[in-house]
Nanobody, 128 residues
Framework: QVHLVESGGGFVQPGGSLRLSCEAA????????MGWFRQAPGKEREFVAA????????FYANSVKGRFTMSRDRAKNTVYLALNALKPEDTARYYC?????????????????????WGQGTQVTVSS
């Protein structure tokens, strides 16, 4: 049984920063992908960033590129998402997700429907 546990959300003013963490318990992910998605009220769940585990390539949505940074600590089986220069439109619940196995292509990584494992999410609110 895989459990993904997110932490690090909170309330921050525009321009501020947060760091989200996602620990995978119950399984060590060495292949597949780990991703971050977000969902605001009344909106679809959208891709934010992901790391393809076999080659450590990291992909970002255009809306966060240059502001958010994803990283990975293999020893801790944990991925992180550093959120910088936050905007009110970044307000959402952020979810960690995992694809088990293989070397997924980008179109697979972008779609939340391809992720088998999900955390409960952590809320990020950006407001003045």
């Amino acid at each position: 049984q895989v459990h993904l546990v997110e932490s690090g959300g909170g309330f921050v003013q525009p321009g501020g920063s947060l760091r989200l963490s996602c620990e995978a318990a119950g399984r060590t992910f060495t292949t597949g992908a780990m991703g971050w998605f977000r969902q605001a009220p009344g909106k679809e769940r959208e891709f934010v960033a992901a790391v393809r585990l076999r080659d450590n390539n990291i992909f970002y949505a255009n809306s966060v590129k240059g502001r958010f940074t994803m990283s990975r600590d293999r020893a801790k089986n944990t991925v992180y998402l550093a959120l910088n220069a936050l905007k009110p439109e970044d307000t959402a619940r952020y979810y960690c997700a995992g694809i088990s196995g293989g070397t997924p292509i980008l179109s697979t990584i972008w779609s939340h429907q391809n992720y088998e494992h999900w955390g409960q999410g952590t809320q990020v609110t950006v407001s003045s």
